[in-house]
């Protein structure tokens, strides 16, 4: 055999695998997972990209907040809902949501992580390094609106309300403010951490709650606040399948070097 055909019969053999390799990859395992900020960002991004290459699967993440989730997989559309609270706190807010969960042993569910709710601002605040429980309860509540009021600039504040993290603004009503409703007069609203984070870099004097992961990005500032913690949990309708309970065993094995703590 001579030098050019092995040549080209070596060509076609590395595309043949790379072809098999793409078609493997394409038709990967999938688990779908849907859930708030907390549980996506605190873990499941975290843990994506070694979970898949370590088990062959696919995680497809939808951020779609806690209540929604726990409908999905009520009605078997995603294999998990997570959420930044506890069991018994989430049962309590799809009831406020006006979805009542008939048969709560139905579901199967365990914590898998635990998160910070943490306070981000513009950096055109960054003077403001700490504020208590009375200050930020008015902060958010819209009683103290501008950032002069709590020892920073001469500047107007904008709440940024994520209306997709429904754990995370449920449990920052309840511990820092009192369960008095939002600042209405100052507040912009967004969908997700995501849009949380960008929307707070962009805009004079934004300030906003969202789970630990958020502070790592660069140009925010995150005052010294008094420590909101959470469970991160996830659930599933019945017992986790085997491909399912394969997750769960990463994230509380080798998966517990990624996740933010």
């Not at 003077?127 to 501008?146: D, H, R, Y």
């Not at 904008?158 to 603004?169: A, H, S």
């Not at 909101?228 to 394969?246: E, H, N």
Request: charged content about 20%; overall charge neutral; glycine content about 10%.
């Amino acid at each position: 055999m001579n030098q050019k055909l092995t040549g080209q019969m070596g060509s076609l053999l590395v595309a043949a695998s790379l072809s098999l390799g793409m078609t493997v990859s394409v038709n990967a395992e999938e688990i779908r997972i849907g859930g708030g900020s907390a549980p996506l960002e605190n873990v499941f991004k975290k843990i994506q990209e070694p979970f898949e290459k370590a088990a062959g699967m696919q995680l497809v993440l939808t951020s779609e907040g806690p209540d929604q989730a726990f409908i999905n997989v009520e009605n078997g559309t995603i294999d998990i809902a997570a959420a930044g609270l506890s069991f018994e706190s989430w049962l309590e807010l799809m009831k406020q949501k006006g979805h009542i969960i008939a048969n709560p042993k139905d579901y199967k569910y365990r914590v898998i992580g635990r998160d910070k709710i943490q306070v981000l601002t513009n950096q055109d605040v960054a003077a403001v390094k700490s504020l208590s429980k009375e200050q930020l309860k008015g902060i958010f509540t819209g009683k103290i609106n501008n950032w002069k009021e709590v020892g920073g600039p001469d500047v107007a504040i904008m709440v940024i309300f994520p209306t997709k993290m429904t754990g995370t603004n449920k449990l920052w009503q309840e511990k820092i403010m009192d369960g008095e409703e939002w600042a209405k007069a100052n507040r912009q609203e967004v969908a997700t951490a995501v849009d949380l984070k960008k929307k707070i870099a962009e805009t004079a004097g934004a300030v906003g709650a969202g789970p630990l992961a958020a502070q790592t990005q660069s140009n925010l500032h995150s005052p010294e606040t008094p420590e909101v913690g959470r469970p991160i949990t996830a659930l599933t309708k019945g017992a986790p399948s085997p491909t399912v309970q394969k997750l769960f065993d990463f994230i509380a094995g080798e998966g517990q070097k990624y996740i933010v703590r």
